[in-house]
């Protein structure tokens, strides 16, 4: 995927900065007391780091709590005032960046409901141009690269230069033990589309549970990530949205003072020829399952013949299940493990019907 942004580095935004960039506070803002006595706690240990709250909060169903609305943007003023902290909230609609704007917030991001449709964003870009204001594009609700992509790009093409990502999990049929499933692959592929351009990973809307943003955040460090989105309440057990997510300040300290944060240059030489030497393995490695690969989509063509000539269905549901089943099983004995081995084979499967598809078509 081609992605040509125009990203202006986050240490000219911020120079402080130093990673990881941290942006925590309440999934929403609920009263002045809430979010001051957070914001200080927060402030007290991590002076540099930007404070989040959601002030109009899209629900799934109506009736619960929408968010609190205009009223929250003077509590983000005192907030600012009184910690020193970069405020940080959600915009969907023109009007909210108005009012953004009018009330000093510092940055503005868009979330995965708004992500997900492309008159939203271009309604939010077009509020935007003229404006020097760091934006976040969070990734849309499922797994769609292009979205997330082409909401990026509405807001660069607008002259916003301060972008980053925000990688908060995408909705799929088995999320796993996570509220969203990571699908770390999507967010690499973007980087590697443009590597320049930040990313933040928001592990509480993946894991979904305090005890597993530990695991997310580090990892999203490891995969060379430059900021957290770590929602955190000064009591999360009363939180009027997310509660069951939430972190309080203590347990964010302890989160982020268990982080290793480790670099993505090599400056050793030695470290450096011992790398090169076990991705020359890999590389060749790759080669050979490559070629597998290739040999085992030639077989699929000559069945796919032979189906056709039979008439034959290209797919057999019993054949199939017992092929995955058997690959598991032989993948588990060797140190496979078997959602790897599930999910290689349905890529595999998918092309082999694919090319059988294309046979049956040619007749
Ligand atoms: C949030 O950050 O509270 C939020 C609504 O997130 P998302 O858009 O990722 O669901
Ligand atoms: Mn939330």
Do not use: M
């Given at each position: 995927m081609k992605l040509d942004l125009n990203i202006t580095p986050v240490l000219q935004w911020f120079?402080?900065?130093?990673?990881?960039l941290l942006i925590a506070g309440p999934c929403s803002a609920e009263s002045e007391g809430q979010m001051l006595d957070t914001a200080k706690q927060i402030a007290a240990q991590l002076p540099n780091s930007i404070f989040r709250a959601g002030i109009w909060k899209p629900r799934t169903?109506?009736?619960?709590?929408?968010g609190i609305g205009s009223i929250g943007l003077k509590w983000m003023q005192q907030v600012k005032q009184q910690t020193g902290l970069r405020t940080a909230t959600e915009v969907a609609t023109a009007s909210h960046v108005e009012e953004c704007l009018n009330h000093g917030i510092d940055i503005l991001w868009i979330g995965a409901r708004t992500t997900v449709n492309p008159f939203s964003v271009q309604e939010i870009a077009e509020v935007l141009r003229g404006v020097d204001i760091p934006v976040f594009v969070k990734n849309p609700i499922y797994p769609d690269l292009q979205l997330w992509a082409g909401a990026l790009e509405r807001i660069n093409n607008a002259?916003?230069?301060k972008l980053a990502a925000i990688h908060r999990g995408f909705h799929s049929f088995d999320n796993g033990p996570f509220?969203?499933?990571?699908?770390?692959q999507l967010a690499v592929d973007l980087k590697a589309a443009c590597p320049q351009l930040p990313f933040i990973c928001d592990p509480s809307h993946i894991a979904?549970?305090?005890?597993?943003i530990p695991f997310i955040a580090q990892k999203a460090l490891d995969m060379d990530m430059e900021g957290l989105m770590i929602e955190t309440h000064c009591?999360?057990?009363?939180?009027?949205?997310?509660a069951k997510q939430q972190v309080t300040p203590v347990q964010l300290f302890e989160i982020l003072n268990n982080l290793h944060i480790r670099s993505?240059?090599?400056?050793n030489t030695e470290i450096q020829s011992k790398l090169d030497e076990l991705r020359c393995i890999i590389n060749k490695l790759d080669k050979d399952l490559l070629e597998l690969l290739a040999k085992r989509m030639t077989v699929s063509e000559k069945i796919g013949e032979y189906k056709r000539d039979n008439s034959i269905?290209?797919?057999q549901v019993s054949h199939w299940k017992t092929l995955v089943e058997s690959c598991v099983a032989n993948g588990k004995q060797i140190g496979l493990s078997p959602e790897f081995v599930k999910e290689l084979y349905h890529l595999i499967h998918d092309e082999s019907i694919r090319i059988q598809t294309e046979i049956m078509n040619k007749n």
């Open positions: 120079p402080d900065y130093h990673k990881p169903r109506p009736n619960t709590f929408e002259g916003i230069t509220r969203n499933s990571p699908n770390w979904g549970t305090p005890e597993l009591n999360p057990a009363v939180a009027l949205s997310d993505a240059l090599v400056n269905t290209i797919l």
